[in-house]
Structures are given as structure tokens and as C-alpha cells.
Antibody, heavy 119, light 110 residues
Framework: QVQLQQGGAALLKPSETLSLTCGVS????????WTWIRQPPGKGLEWIGE???????TSNSSLKSRVTISIDPSRNHFSLRLTSVTAADTAVYYC?????????????WGQGTLVTVSS | QSALTQPASVSGSPGQSITISCTGT?????????ISWYEQHPGKAPRLLIY???KRPSGVSNRFSGSKSGNTASLTISGLQAEDEADYFC??????????FGTGTKVTVL
């Protein structure tokens, strides 16, 4: 059974770079898209971007210039990098996956990481 | 890409049925049968309830059902139970390997 494991909470200052990693166990990277989704406190979900096992990534156009998603199957993880953070980037960040055969079927999620941006 | 529109809250009594709407545009909900629904309890990660408009993953109660008409998708919860009190989100594929979520609906069991 697949498990997505995320790290503990993070505190950043404005203009710093957010770096998160999602560890994957119990599943192969092939055949799935690996995704980042965030949720500001008390608000809805926002799709950030995704990557496949070959390293081909797409991201939300509203964040595109600041987002980098990478994958390292040999180390069983994929990562999110968000530059120049502001208070608006304060959110719980989730990693998730869905299969190539069922677009949008986010069937496994990490537990989430609270990222707070504050001076 | 703007968030899909959901009612902020829906309530019902135990045993009743409720329906949550998810309204988008011709470019998202109206163009793809790739609509999914998620349940989220406080402090927890979302849980998949429905995918591809009406398909239920194994382990999800058949009290949850999905449908779509035009630019609006819907989630119906039948036989409402206390444990169904949670936030619910829809999600639509919008092309070019991108997605948009709904604004979220808080379900209250009276």
C-alpha cells in the first residue's frame, strides 16, 4: 500500500525559498503523476503542479515562474521548490498522486506540511 | 483559472439526502468528464470519494454518488450520517495536465 510521507512544519521569512519533499513508499513512480496541492488556513484547495516519472512537469499558471517540481525515483521522493514566498503562500502543502489511467483521481495523499511565512 | 463555485454550506438531518453543486465553465467542468470529489475532516488530508464524475473507489460508501449536467457537477450524500459532517471539494481537469478545485462546501448534520 502506497504511503506518502511529508516533513514537519516550516517557518519562512518573506522572499525566502520554500523547499518540500514527499517520500514515497510501497509504490513505483512509473504509471502515476506526482502532485503538489496547497490549502491556506480556512480556505480551499489549490493545485500547484505535478510531475511524472520521466521528470516532465506542469504547474499552475498563477505560480509558474516561482515553482519547480522535481523527482528522484532512485531516492524515492519528489520535491517542490517555491521561490520568493510571501504571506500569501502560508498554507498546508500536500503531496498526492494519481494514475495515468484515471486523470484527477488523487487517491493517495501525504499528511500535509504547514508552511508559515512571516517576518 | 478561477476556482469552481460551490455553496459555502449545506445542512441536513440524519437520514436525509443532500446535494452539493460544483459550477464551472465550458472550459473545465463542461469539457471533461474528469470530475472528482473529496471529503476533508478538520486537520486531515482530503479523501477521494468520486472520480470521473460518478465512479466510486473501493471502500467508499455507496451513499456517495456523483453526476454532471453541462457546466455543473454534483455530489449527493444519501442517508446522511453524523460522520459525514466535513468539508467537501470538487476538482476538474482543465486540459494541458492542469486542474482546478472548487471553493469547498461545509456540510453540517443537524
Amino acid at each position: 500500500q502506497v504511503q506518502l510521507q511529508q516533513g514537519g512544519a516550516a517557518l519562512l521569512k518573506p522572499s525566502e525559498t520554500l523547499s518540500l519533499t514527499c517520500g514515497v513508499s510501497g509504490a513505483s513512480f512509473s504509471g502515476h503523476f506526482w502532485t503538489w496541492i496547497r490549502q491556506p488556513p480556512g480556505k480551499g484547495l489549490e493545485w500547484i503542479g505535478e510531475i511524472n516519472h520521466l521528470g516532465s512537469a506542469t504547474s499552475n499558471s498563477s505560480l509558474k515562474s516561482r515553482v519547480t517540481i522535481s523527482i528522484d525515483p532512485s531516492r524515492n521522493h519528489f520535491s517542490l521548490r517555491l521561490t520568493s514566498v510571501t504571506a500569501a503562500d502560508t498554507a498546508v502543502y500536500y503531496c498526492a498522486r494519481y494514475p495515468y489511467t484515471d486523470y484527477g483521481r488523487f487517491d493517495s495523499w501525504g499528511q500535509g506540511t504547514l508552511v508559515t511565512v512571516s517576518s | 483559472q478561477s476556482a469552481l463555485t460551490q455553496p459555502a454550506s449545506v445542512s441536513g438531518s440524519p437520514g436525509q439526502s443532500i446535494t452539493i453543486s460544483c459550477t464551472g465553465t465550458r472550459s473545465d467542468v463542461g469539457s471533461y468528464n474528469l470530475i472528482s470529489w473529496y471529503e476533508q475532516h478538520p486537520g486531515k488530508a482530503p479523501r477521494l470519494l468520486i472520480y470521473e464524475v460518478k465512479k466510486r473507489p473501493s471502500g467508499v460508501s455507496n451513499r456517495f454518488s456523483g453526476s454532471k449536467s453541462g457546466n455543473t457537477a454534483s455530489l449527493t450524500i444519501s442517508g446522511l450520517q453524523a460522520e459525514d459532517e466535513a468539508d467537501y471539494f470538487c476538482c476538474s481537469y482543465v486540459g494541458s495536465s492542469t486542474y482546478v478545485f472548487g471553493t469547498g462546501t461545509k456540510v453540517t448534520v443537524l
